[in-house]
């Protein structure tokens, strides 16, 4: 009974932990400018991320490590160093890009500029880690997350044409601005398929200490905690889709994006707008702080785990430490939340076939899965993955400086 | 046995199970007529940087000095101590018999100062 509760509470938390600045930024993008068009690339990018994280989360349970740990063990240190420098990259933009969503949510609640609340965020970020554990973290996040089902809410109340909401599921060319088009497809793919989520799934299946006969958990909380959680970043795309669409607004600020509500809740509008964004961004900056720590000490081999006493990981604490101010570095510089959450994302991609490149290899190794290697069919999935990411990556930059 | 496979970037840990660090670089013995024997395990930033390009690694040799850790760093672990190797490798020693916890517990006094530390 209470294993169920703890799969219940791991699929809600999932939902509630679902959206965050990249995936909100470029589902109001894609909604705005193409409609339902792109709801395809949501659902593909939540399957491709389901995957790989059950499969993440199947080497932390199987095998007893993370993701970074087991492909620095598998692929050694010259093959690791560059995902692992991509990863520490991107978490860097992401985190400042996160803290920034957090600090313009503050903005719009409270009309004094989002730059002075930087540093109090990124200290609110540091304390919850600091005298947390990571249940309390981790449900903690997930269920003040459940607030961004504001979003599923819009999207329902504005009672949107279902056939046109269905056809946005089938990939089509859009008869305007196709560059445009592409390069928000692979950015909602980049914004979900977040390396970040990947690791620290993997870290959270070792610190919740499951075992073989926890696979199970594992299954459900990827496909139904992501699936459904997915549904919110719909949400985003269809509400901006209804309301920003026909105002031919694009979205180049949360500000814009908060205008989204409007029709639906009035007058609290910008506040709830301003607690989904706020709480979304907070949640995931919280995991990639954690998460930065917890590559560099899987990575190292120096002893980590945020339910362990800080005096025993220590060089853990300082490394998630030292992340978190460079990133508030980064933030206090003064670039645009949005500007960099798109850099980001395009990072993303480009090391995208590096990132999945190692599951391959790791799915079908016993000594990291044991008996439960991976069938013909996800080993298709990601031979199919790798060529995909390895063309989504030649296209991205391009398509950043064309498209962005 | 292969030693790039088995040995170099595995998780190393102590008597008591208390992690080390990972193979960073490893100290072969090499005499002509003779096949490499492989004396040390070596854990450190320097030692991995060396490992990509001597140049890095003789930076970062350099950044340890400069922290005051160059005597302390890499840490050496001679290869008879080796107790087994699996998924890491078991050391017959603890980590207080080497001076794999100095950065460790140098950031471990800082960090009881704050607020909370425990």
């Known amino acids: 009974m209470k294993k169920i509760f703890n799969v219940l509470l791991g699929v809600v938390t999932s939902i509630g932990g679902f959206v965050e600045a990249g995936s909100i930024s470029t589902a109001a993008q894609g909604g705005a400018e193409f409609g339902f068009a792109l709801l395809w690339a949501i659902a593909l990018a939540t399957i491709i991320l389901a995957m790989l994280a059950e499969m993440a989360g199947r080497v932390a349970t199987v095998g007893r490590r993370s993701m970074a740990a087991a492909v620095r063990e598998r692929f050694g240190f010259h093959y690791q160093m560059i995902p692992l420098g991509a990863e520490l990259m991107i978490d860097l933009l992401l985190l400042a890009a996160e803290i920034g969503g957090v600090a313009v949510a503050i903005k719009l609640l409270t009309g004094i500029g989002f730059q002075w609340w930087i540093l109090p965020v990124g200290l609110a970020v540091w304390l919850v880690i600091w005298f947390g554990n990571f249940t309390v973290i981790e449900d903690g996040v997930g269920l003040l997350g459940m607030v961004t089902i504001a979003f599923v809410v819009a999207a329902w109340r504005l009672q949107p044409p279902l056939n046109s909401v269905a056809t946005g599921f089938l990939p089509s060319l859009p008869n305007h601005d196709l560059t445009r088009y592409a390069f928000l497809t692979v950015s909602i793919v980049g914004a979900t398929v977040s390396p970040y989520l990947l690791n620290f799934y993997s870290s959270g299946a070792i610190e919740e200490k499951w075992t073989e006969p926890d696979l199970w958990i594992n299954r459900v909380t990827c496909y139904l905690g992501m699936g459904f959680g997915s549904i919110v970043s719909m949400g985003v795309l269809i509400t901006a889709a209804v309301v920003l669409g026909p105002l031919h607004v694009q979205v180049n600020s949360y500000e814009q994006a908060a205008l989204m509500f409007v029709p639906v809740f009035g007058r609290w509008a910008v506040l709830l707008f301003a607690c989904a964004l706020g709480v979304g961004c907070f949640g995931a900056a919280i995991e990639i702080t954690l998460n930065a720590g917890y590559v560099l000490a899987q990575s190292f081999g120096w002893p980590w785990g945020v339910d362990k006493p800080r005096r025993d990981t220590a060089r853990f604490c300082a490394a998630f430490t030292l992340v978190l101010l460079l990133a508030l570095m980064v933030g206090i510089l003064g670039f645009d939340p949005l500007q960099m959450t798109l850099i980001s994302v395009a990072l993303t991609v480009v090391v995208m076939p590096l990132m999945v490149l190692p599951f391959l290899v790791l799915m079908n190794d016993e000594q990291y899965v044991k008996t439960h290697t991976s069938g013909a069919f996800g080993n298709g999935f990601l031979a199919v993955l790798t060529i995909l990411g390895a063309l989504m990556a030649l296209v991205v930059i391009p398509l950043e400086v064309f498209g962005g | ?118």
Do not use: F, Y
Request: proline share 5%; glycine share 10%.
């Open chain 2, 1 to 118: 046995m292969d030693v790039a496979h088995d040995l170099l970037d595995k998780h190393i840990v102590d008597r008591n199970g208390h992690e080390l660090g990972r193979v960073d670089g490893i100290v072969l013995d090499v005499r002509p007529g003779e096949p490499p024997k492989l004396t040390d395990l070596l854990i450190g930033a320097s030692a991995l940087g060396c490992r990509v390009n001597p140049t890095i690694g003789r930076w970062v040799h350099a950044l340890e000095h400069a922290l005051g850790l160059g005597h302390l760093r890499p840490i050496r672990i001679d290869c008879t101590r080796i107790e087994e190797i699996d998924d890491k490798i078991k050391i017959d020693l603890s980590a207080g018999d080497t001076t794999a916890d100095v950065v460790e517990q140098r950031i471990r006094t800082w960090l009881l100062k704050l607020p909370g530390s425990r």
